[in-house]
């Protein structure tokens, strides 16, 4: 599975951005699907998760309300719509994918493990100015 990122760029503040990931491969409904994000000089960080059926899925406490993540199984389609930007959302922002099925827990209820993802995208870049 290759993932790839788009969507990023500069915004100011209060601002919005709509990034997409697009996967390769078959079977995208196995995967759950999540964004995490890595900010200059600090560790990745999760951000947001959705199940492979779409139906369930958790944020990160610091973009609750503001973030939507969506996803089209037919089109192996993954977005985050980013509202109310703020300056400490600046990163480079991952696409990361979690096979669950056959084993695996397939309802999104917390975090995805950073160490159970199997493939992540290169990442795409946004900037929020003050």
């Known amino acids: 599975v290759q993932l790839v990122e788009s969507g990023g760029g500069l915004v100011q503040a209060g601002g919005s951005l709509r990034l997409s990931c697009v996967a390769s491969?078959?079977?995208?409904?196995?995967?759950?699907m999540g964004w995490f994000r890595q900010a200059p000089g600090k560790e990745r960080e999760f951000v947001v998760a959705?199940?492979?059926?779409?139906?369930?899925?958790f944020y990160t406490d610091s973009v609750k309300g503001r973030f939507t993540i969506s996803r089209d199984n037919d089109k192996k389609t993954v977005t985050l719509q980013m509202n109310s930007l703020k300056p400490e959302d600046t990163a480079v922002y991952y696409c990361?994918?979690?096979?669950?099925?056959?084993?695996?827990?397939?309802?999104?209820?917390?975090?995805?493990?950073?160490?159970?993802?199997?493939?992540w995208g290169k990442g795409t870049l946004v900037t929020v100015s003050s």
């Open positions: 491969g078959r079977a995208f409904n196995t995967y759950n």
């Open positions: 990361a994918a979690d096979q669950v099925i056959p084993f695996g827990k397939t309802v999104v209820d917390g975090p995805m493990n950073y160490g159970g993802v199997d493939y």
């Open positions: 959705i199940s492979g059926s779409g139906d369930s899925t």
